[in-house]
Nanobody
Framework: QLQLVESGGGLVQAGGSLRLSCAAS????????MGWFRQAPGKEREFVAA????????YYADSVKGRFTISRVAAKHTVYLQMNSLKPEDTAVYYC????????????????WGQGTQVTVSS
């Protein structure tokens, strides 16, 4: 089993920044993908960003491209999501997901999920 624990959420004003962290523990994999998704009240879970662990290739939703950056530190088994120029519409619970295969933007293609961390952006 792989455990994922997110941290770094909070309340920030529009235009501000936050950095989310997702620490992985337990079973390790030699090559896998990790992603960030978010879910606002009354909406479906949506893709935010993903990174291939070995190649470090990254993928972003159009809505966050140029504002968010996903990265990882292999030695710490941790993936980060740096969020800049935050907007009220970025408000959601953010989830870390791991061991993805297939289309990177589909939640159903990930096997492990964290508990989520709330991000609230005030206008």
């Amino acid at each position: 089993q792989l455990q994922l624990v997110e941290s770094g959420g909070g309340l920030v004003q529009a235009g501000g920044s936050l950095r989310l962290s997702c620490a992985a523990s337990g079973r390790t994999f030699s090559n896998y993908r990790m992603g960030w998704f978010r879910q606002a009240p009354g909406k479906e879970r949506e893709f935010v960003a993903a990174i291939n662990w070995s190649s470090e290739n990254t993928y972003y939703a159009d809505s966050v491209k140029g504002r968010f950056t996903i990265s990882r530190v292999a030695a710490k088994h941790t993936v980060y999501l740096q969020m800049n120029s935050l907007k009220p519409e970025d408000t959601a619970v953010y989830y870390c997901a791991a061991v993805g295969s297939g289309d990177y933007y589909l939640p159903s293609n990930y096997n492990y999920w964290g508990q989520g961390t709330q991000v609230t952006v005030s206008s």
